[in-house]
């Protein structure tokens, strides 16, 4: 064991200590103050949060998760190929690394040895996953990182012996803006040495009513991790929220080529927050807006990344068109 109580190979970095109420306190104070009241979509993910969204993962409406794995099942050998040379893995909000077996697997075929460096917001989620993989894959060593993305990568370990493969998968980057996701990959940039790679899985425009009831799961799972935003206020800062008085809701709108995520209040109600000292109204149909979900073109994407300075190397698809994975290098590199 380690001296964290990790098992051996296994190491955890934690993000300087935030005061995480103070955060949310902040989130909630600012974004119930627009129009729409917002909630950034960073705080679905607690423990119960992240468990939820395994769920929505294993959904048959919810396509995104299966065809990713679907197409790096079929191109892992060639991506790896790719990326020449020994690898260290990088991956930005991990969850359980389901999808990241197929490229460990693949790499391992290669190489004697792989260090692996997940991170997640969420600590606990982030060790239980890390620990099983330890358990898994005797060659593995595995550096957690327990931060927000921004954070995670200003805390890479330094060691430039090795290649790094960043990954990003699961369609995340759908959740930024377009100017924050250009940011943020530009920030990944900036980490990458010019024999790194970024490995990025967007999701495609398609069919409408497929992007609705992807977010609109008729088991209400989707509707639960949407509302459990209601009981993590409720726990955090003393707050009386009821999320039965709410409805999920995820129209896809197409002006923004996205889908959004919304919780619509079924009534005129008021809700206090004990730690903020506030109470906040809600009209019968106003609408919390918890999450975007962008839809990209190949074309549309590809130019988002050379703003960031990144260029797309190669993609792959699945056989619908429904979903792409990007291989990433810094623009000007070989």
């Not at 909000?93 to 260090?115: E, F, M, P, W, Y």
């Not at 060790?127 to 099983?132: P, Q, V, W, Y």
């Not at 990959?185 to 497929?210: A, T």
Request: hydrophobic share 35%; net charge negative; charged share 25%.
């Amino acid at each position: 064991m380690t001296k964290q109580g990790l098992p051996d190979g296994v190491n955890l970095i934690k993000a300087p200590k935030h005061n995480s109420q103070q955060s949310l306190k902040d989130a909630i104070a600012d974004g119930f103050q627009k129009d729409p009241k917002s909630i950034p979509a960073l705080f679905f993910y607690d423990t119960p949060g992240s468990q939820l969204f395994e769920q929505i993962c294993k959904l048959p409406e919810y396509y995104p998760t299966r065809t990713e794995h679907k197409i790096l099942t079929d191109n892992a050998r060639d991506i790896i190929e790719t990326v020449t040379g020994e690898v260290e893995l990088v991956e930005l909000g991990s969850g359980s690394s389901a999808k990241t077996r197929v490229l460990i697997n693949a790499i391992l075929a290669d190489q004697s040895h792989l260090h692996y460096i997940p991170t997640d917001i969420s600590t606990d989620f982030l060790l239980e996953s890390s620990i099983a993989l330890k358990n898994e894959y005797e060659l593995l060593s595995i550096t957690a990182i327990a931060a927000e993305h921004s954070d995670a990568l200003r805390l890479l370990p330094e060691d430039d012996s090795q290649a790094r493969l960043f990954l990003f998968l699961g369609s995340n980057i759908g959740n930024f803006e377009p100017e924050a996701a250009i940011d943020f990959i530009g920030r990944i940039r900036c980490q990458m040495r010019e024999d790194d790679h970024l490995l990025i899985g967007f999701d495609l425009m398609k069919d409408h009513q497929v992007l609705f009831d992807a977010y609109n799961d008729k088991a209400g799972v989707t509707a639960e991790f949407n509302k459990n935003l209601l009981v993590r206020i409720n726990r955090e800062l003393g707050g009386n929220f009821d999320p039965d008085l709410f409805d999920h809701y995820a129209p896809f709108v197409e002006e923004h080529s996205r889908i959004e995520m919304r919780l619509i209040s079924r009534c005129d109600q008021r809700a206090y927050l004990e730690r903020i000292g506030q109470g906040f109204d809600f009209e019968q149909g106003e609408y919390i807006h918890t999450e975007n979900s962008y839809k990209y073109t190949l074309e549309g994407f590809s130019s988002l990344c050379e703003a960031a300075g990144l260029k797309m190397q190669i993609h792959y698809l699945d056989e619908r068109g429904w979903f792409a994975v990007g291989l990433l290098r810094k623009a000007g590199g070989g």
